[in-house]
T-cell receptor
């Protein structure tokens, strides 16, 4: 596989469920990102990892918990979400220092009931 | 606050017509500027970028953008629209005071192309 791969593509969960989103990049990049895309709102940066270390948490609620075990994999663990958390969650990667040149996955469409 | 504004949430053009999507930034220091495109059910893809070299930047699929410091603008153009250009377009900026480490996106402009 090439590029940035996200799984699952679609996820429906209840407010009390625990689920995880997975992202894998095959580009040899060393920075990974989670973005949230909601209707009628700009893309919101959630987390940034450089060389597996979290360098930015954009005031994201603790019900979203990221994990970056290595430079190629990024997870977003979800717990006790709210309906307003329903959105498209996009993973991206880049070389460190080239944050403008992002390579995005196709996203995970999350619906919270 | 440093931000980027895209004028018009939707732009409609006929196939073969000029495409013009507007983007303005607010900053006293010239930022790096980017245009991304998002096709339905896909992630974003980089179209082109300005990083303080040539002010007229050419990207993929025949798109280009011109950085105008006096107007704080970075509008995206294409001489002749194609049906396959129908997508959502996002302008984005990164700033030197953040070490260009993060990207701020505009709200996006949906381009509609009619036959």
């Amino acid at each position: 596989e090439t590029g940035v791969t996200q799984t699952p593509r679609h996820l429906v969960m209840g407010m009390t469920n625990k689920k995880s989103l997975k992202c894998e990049q095959h580009l040899g990049h060393n920075a990974m990102y989670w973005y949230k895309q909601s209707a009628k709102k700009p893309l919101e940066l959630m987390f940034v990892y450089n060389f597996k270390e979290q360098t930015e948490n954009n005031s994201v609620p603790s019900r979203f918990s990221p994990e970056c075990p290595n430079s190629s994999h990024l997870f977003l663990h979800l717990h006790t979400l709210q309906p307003e958390d329903s959105a498209l969650y996009l993973c991206a990667s880049s070389q460190v220092g080239q944050a403008g040149e992002l390579f995005f996955g196709e996203g995970s469409r999350l619906t919270v009931l | 606050a440093q931000s980027v504004t895209q004028l018009g949430s939707h732009v409609s053009v006929s196939e073969g017509a000029l495409v013009l999507l507007r983007c303005n930034y607010s900053s006293s220091v010239p930022p790096y500027l980017f245009w991304y495109v998002q096709y339905p059910n896909q992630g974003l893809q980089l179209l082109l970028k300005y990083t303080s070299a040539a002010t007229l930047v050419k990207g993929i699929n025949g798109f280009e953008a011109e950085f105008k410091k006096s107007e704080t603008s970075f509008h995206l153009t294409k001489p002749s629209a194609h049906m396959s250009d129908a997508a959502e377009y996002f302008c984005a900026v990164s700033y030197p005071n953040s070490g260009y480490s993060t990207l701020t996106f505009g709200k996006g402009t949906m381009l509609l192309v009619s036959p």
